[in-house]
């Protein structure tokens, strides 16, 4: 075996990604990466191999896939790589659609997680961010406490492992945020990094963020940016919503297979 084959294992532990673009990176912008993005994920697997290199990683997760196509199109493959850890996120664009049944939702997701704790793999869950400040997105607020509420029940009948991201207060500041506002920026996914490694009790070599101050503005210019945000992030989401398409159909997961090698 030569060494790159030693790279793609076997691995004595897997560390398997899903979910959509919380966890493939978006808004973490590397061209260094597949799909031109890093993100949290991708920096705890890379902690995680730093410290001990019998670790492996897979991340399947895509951007715009709603909850009922990450179980659908993800589920069987993380179960089929025997996992030792896995992390899950999924709703977030469920919740923002017109209409949903939150509660069908998570019926369905509970059976998921339930296969994933079947496999013995530690399972990591997360809340929804709380939107109170967001403009637009406030409006669901009430959904992703539901939400939540169904993921904490899970976490804790079936011993799962929670991020509560939720509470998770200081992300209110938008400095974490990329320019579209709807996706981690590269110090937010760097912070989450740290975030998810402090609960799965793992070293943490990750520098912190630095968050710079941002120039004050006046109400013109904050009215001017709110309108180029709606113009360039908004409308195009919304036109996505109602054609039925999305940013990750012609995607394909960033590691489908078990790796250590991360760019």
Known sequence: MSAADELDGPFEKRFVALGD???EGVGDIDPSSPNAVRGWADRVAAQLIAEDPRWGYANLAIRGKKLP???????DAAVAMEPTLVTLYAGGNDILRPVVNIDGLMARYRHAVQQLVDTGAQVVLFTGFDSARA??????RGRTAIYNEHVRKIA???????????????FQDWRYWDVDRMHLGI?????????????????????????????????????????????????????????????????????????????
């Open 156 to 170: 804790d009948d079936l011993g799962c492992t929670l991020v509560d991201f939720w509470h998770m207060k200081r």
């Open 69 to 75: 196509q990450v179980l659908d199109e993800q589920i």
């Open 187 to 263: 110090s937010g996914h760097t912070a989450m990094a740290k975030e998810v490694l402090a609960v799965l009790g793992a070293k943490d070599d990750i520098t912190a963020p630095e968050i710079e101050d941002l120039p004050p503005q006046n109400l013109i210019e904050r009215t001017a940016g709110n309108v180029a945000w709606t113009r360039e992030h908004v409308l195009p989401w919304m036109k996505r919503r109602l054609t039925g398409t999305s940013s990750g159909d012609d995607l394909s997961p960033k590691y489908p297979k078990l790796t250590s090698r991360i760019w």
């Open 21 to 23: 673009s919380f966890t």
């Open 135 to 140: 403009p637009v997105f406030n409006l669901t």
